[in-house]
Structures are given as C-alpha cells and as structure tokens.
T-cell receptor
C-alpha cells in the first residue's frame, strides 16, 4: 500500500532562517506531488505541484521554493523565512490520471 | 477564483443527529471531493463525486452534487463524537482548489 511521510511534525524557526521540509512517498511510482499551506482559520492553498523529477510548477508567488530530486521525494524550502510563512504545510500525492489526492500528516511551522 | 466555500463555517450537534454541510463553487469542475481534517492532522479523503453524478454514498456519508447550482452537500448520518473534525470540499477542474472548511463538533 502507499504511504506518505512528512517531517518534521512541528517546527519553530526565527524570522530570516532557512527552511527545509521533506516529503516522501512509498508504494507508488511517478506520482504527482503537491505542497499545500493552510494558514490559521483558512482553507488550503496549493503552493507547488510536480508531475515528474525536476518538474515544478508554482501556483503563487512567494518566499518559498520546491524541488523534486527523486521520483518520490518532494522538498519545500526557503532561504529566509517571514512571519507570514507560519502555517500548516501539507504534502500530497496523486496518480497522474486520477483526481484523488492523498495527504501526509503535515508540518506545523511557526515563525517567530 | 474557483475556490469552494463551505457553509456553515461551524456546526455543533448532538451525537446521533445528522450533520449537513454545503459547498459552493464558481466555475465548471471535473469532480468534487470531500476531506476530513482532525485538529492539527493531515487531511483524509472521504469521497469523490464526478461532475456527471448527482449522488453518492459511502457508509454514513451521502454526497450530492448540483452542477446547475454549482453546489454540493455532505450529509453525515447518525453522527458520532469521533466525527468531530473540519470538513473541506475540494474542486478539481484544471487545478485543485479547497474551501475554507466547516468545523463540526459532535457532542456526546
């Protein structure tokens, strides 16, 4: 069966510090991968999606970047965090021709 | 924006009652999905309904879709305390958009 991992579960970082969140998927090949952010009391916002290694599409201009160095690995990064980057970050995977997406446990990021 | 909007934003019911949540969206879609999120946890996929379907059931869940009104409803029958969570609708056309969610509290 497929499994999606995200780490860390929680993270507190000072403003201006770098960020690296990692997501890995097991049990499937060539998945579509997604990064979402959920600000407090808000809905989910799609940040990035990837249909293959090295292929990243950005949905909103922001302080973040994403990379996909391996087929089942998706990394969310920032060089300098802002206070507004605080939120709950969710990684998700889906099959190329399926509309369903499956989410990881999430990372709660607090920028202080 | 194609983003779904859930109604009500918060709902509190007694255990055993039915809970109904609604979702509206703005543009044409391929399908609509409902997700549950327990506090501070990842999302769990509940049910998907395609644009050519009008109603779908899964256990205690019933989802309806009215593409003419661009709306969907999620009904949870015989609610349980464990159903307490936030429920999101997500629409999928060219892209994937989530609503702001309905916070459901089921009181034992």
């Amino acid at each position: 069966s497929q499994t999606i991992h995200q780490w860390p579960a929680t993270l507190v970082q000072p403003v201006g510090s770098p960020l690296s969140l990692e997501c890995t998927v097991e049990g499937t090949s060539n998945p579509n991968l997604y990064w979402y952010r959920q600000a407090a009391g808000r809905g989910l916002q799609l940040l990035f999606y990837s249909v293959g290694i090295g292929q990243i599409s950005s949905e909103v201009p922001q302080n973040l970047s994403a990379s996909r160095p391996q087929d089942r690995q998706f990394i969310l990064s920032s060089k300098k965090l802002l206070l507004s980057d605080s939120g709950f970050y969710l990684c998700a995977w889906g099959l190329a021709f399926s509309y369903e997406q499956y989410f990881g446990p999430g990372t709660r990021l607090t920028v202080t | 924006s194609q983003q779904g909007e859930e109604d009500p934003q918060a709902l509190s019911i007694q255990e055993g009652e039915n809970a109904t949540m609604n979702c509206s969206y703005k543009t044409s879609i391929n399908n609509l999905q409902w997700y549950r999120q327990n506090s501070g946890r990842g999302l769990v996929h509940l049910i998907l309904i395609r644009s050519n379907e009008r109603e779908k059931h899964s256990g205690r869940l019933r989802v309806t879709l009215d593409t003419s009104k661009k709306s969907s409803s999620l009904l949870i029958t015989a609610s349980r305390a464990a159903d307490t969570a936030s429920y999101f609708c997500a629409t999928s056309g060219n892209q994937f958009y989530f609503g702001t969610g309905t916070s459901l509290t089921v009181i034992p």
